[in-house]
C-alpha cells in the first residue's frame, strides 16, 4: 500500500513557526501584534481563512505589506527550527511501515534543500519512499500532478489543497484535524477529519 503524505499539519505541527513569523514580519514593519493577534490569527486561518484574510479581519495594519513579508521568512531556518513532530509521528510511521506500508511526501514549500535538511533533522528520511517538493506559487503543478504515476492509496492532509490532490487522483481522502484547518472546518464542508496520524492510519485500513 502506498499512502501520499502532507508535511506540515500533517506530521509536523508548524503552527508556532507560523505565529512567531506573523509578529517578526509585523514587528519589522513596525506593526504592533500581540500574541493574542497572532492566536486569532491561526484560529481564523483554521477556520478556513487566507492568511492575507485573517490579517484583514483582524484590521492589523499594512496588511498586504505583512503578509508578503511573512512568505519571505516563514520558510528561514530560524523560523523552521520551531517545527516539531506530533508527538505520534515516529510511531504511527513506524508502524505502518512495518505493515510494508510506503509513504509519498508531497509537501507545498519554496526552498526545497531546506526541505531535505528539516526531514534529516527530525530523522524521517527512512520513513518515506519519495520527497516531492511543489513550489507553492505555482498553481500549474498540483500535487496530483507530480503523484498521477505513483499509485496512491489514499492521501492524509490538513488543507484544501491535499483534498484536491486526492480528489484529482480519485482516492480516498483522510483530514487532519490536527494541522491548519478545524475539525469544524471539515465538518462545515462534509469531509470527516482526525485527530491524530494514528487515526488517519487506522481509517485507512479499513477502506
Not at 165 to 183: C, E, K, P, Y
Not at 188 to 201: D, M, P, Q, T
Request: hydrophobic share 40%; net charge negative.
Amino acid at each position: 500500500m502506498r499512502i501520499g503524505l502532507d508535511l506540515d499539519g500533517t506530521l509536523l505541527d508548524s503552527r508556532l513557526r507560523h505565529t512567531v513569523a506573523l509578529r517578526k514580519a509585523a514587528g519589522s514593519l513596525a506593526v504592533p501584534l500581540t500574541e493574542e493577534d497572532a492566536q486569532r490569527y491561526l484560529q481564523l486561518k483554521c477556520d478556513g481563512a487566507s492568511g492575507l484574510d485573517a490579517l484583514r479581519q483582524l484590521r492589523i495594519p499594512q496588511a498586504e505589506s505583512i503578509s508578503k513579508r511573512w512568505v519571505e521568512i516563514i520558510e528561514s531556518e530560524d523560523m523552521l527550527a520551531l517545527d516539531q513532530l506530533y508527538p505520534d509521528t515516529r510511531e504511527a510511521l513506524a508502524r505502518q511501515q512495518s505493515l510494508q506500508t510506503e509513504f509519498i511526501l508531497v509537501t507545498g514549500r519554496q526552498d526545497p534543500a531546506a526541505v531535505r535538511r528539516q526531514i534529516s533533522k527530525l530523522g524521517l528520511e527512512g520513513f518515506l519512499r519519495e520527497i516531492i517538493v511543489v513550489d507553492p506559487r505555482d498553481r500549474a503543478h498540483p500535487k496530483a500532478e507530480v503523484t498521477r504515476t505513483h499509485e496512491l492509496r489514499a492521501v492524509a492532509g490538513d488543507t484544501e489543497s491535499d483534498f484536491q490532490w486526492a480528489h484529482d487522483l480519485g482516492v480516498n481522502f483522510h483530514a487532519s484535524s490536527f494541522g491548519f484547518r478545524s475539525q469544524s472546518y471539515w465538518n462545515r464542508r462534509g469531509v470527516v477529519s482526525y485527530a491524530s496520524l494514528s487515526a488517519i492510519f487506522d481509517a485507512i485500513a479499513l477502506t
